[in-house]
């Protein structure tokens, strides 16, 4: 094998370590978000069924209507 294609390749593969390290960071930070929104929609599902959080045709309308 000649020096320039192991150069090639040598340079293919950094590349591709680079690739999949920016790539588990993302995964990384979408995997905490996700599990920030499972807990916004936990919370909101547990007010629904505390009835705090009344159906639109259920709400009083405000005293200047």
Do not use: C, F, W
Request: overall charge negative; hydrophobic content about 35%.
């Amino acid at each position: 094998m000649d020096e320039q294609r192991l150069i090639e390749i040598e340079t293919a593969l950094a590349n591709h370590e680079r690739a999949l390290d920016e790539l588990s960071k993302i995964v990384y930070e979408q995997g905490k978000e996700i599990g920030r929104l499972i807990e916004i929609n936990k919370y909101l599902t547990d007010m629904l069924d505390k009835d705090v959080v009344k159906p639109l045709s259920e709400e009083t309308p405000p005293p200047h209507y």
